[in-house]
């Protein structure tokens, strides 16, 4: 099972940006769909973005236009730009990996987590 290690996150006013970075390890990279959830204190863990390893991606409605997710495949590593950001967009976000090929949105469905980390968006 892969290994996943968040970092980047922290404090930022609204309007402005953040850059999250996720580390794999101890895993076939390429068979790996990658992806980011975050969760809200009282509230569900929600899908954000994931993709392939060809680069396709799928973006949750709430961040389409603001944040974008990239991969590096020969670094194992997962990163997600996080502009325009908003005080909703406050949460502990977390790295994921699933072998599935098809892109879920329910978080069950994922194989592999993170430990999270935190994002606050002050207005």
């Known amino acids: 099972q892969v290994q996943l290690v968040e970092s980047g996150g922290g404090l930022v006013q609204a309007g402005g940006s953040l850059r999250l970075s996720c580390a794999a390890s101890?895993?076939?990279?390429?068979?790996?769909?990658m992806g980011w959830f975050r969760q809200a204190p009282g509230k569900e863990r929600e899908f954000v973005a994931a993709i392939r390893w060809t680069g396709g991606n799928t973006y949750a409605d709430s961040v389409k236009g603001r944040f974008t997710i990239a991969r590096d495949n020969v670094k194992n590593t997962v990163n997600l730009q996080m502009n325009s950001l908003k005080p909703e967009d406050t949460a502990v976000y977390y790295c994921a990996a699933d072998r599935s090929p098809v892109i879920f949105m329910d978080s069950r469905r994922w194989d592999s987590w993170g430990q999270g980390t935190q994002v606050t968006v002050s207005s």
């Open positions: 101890g895993g076939t990279f390429s068979t790996y769909i």
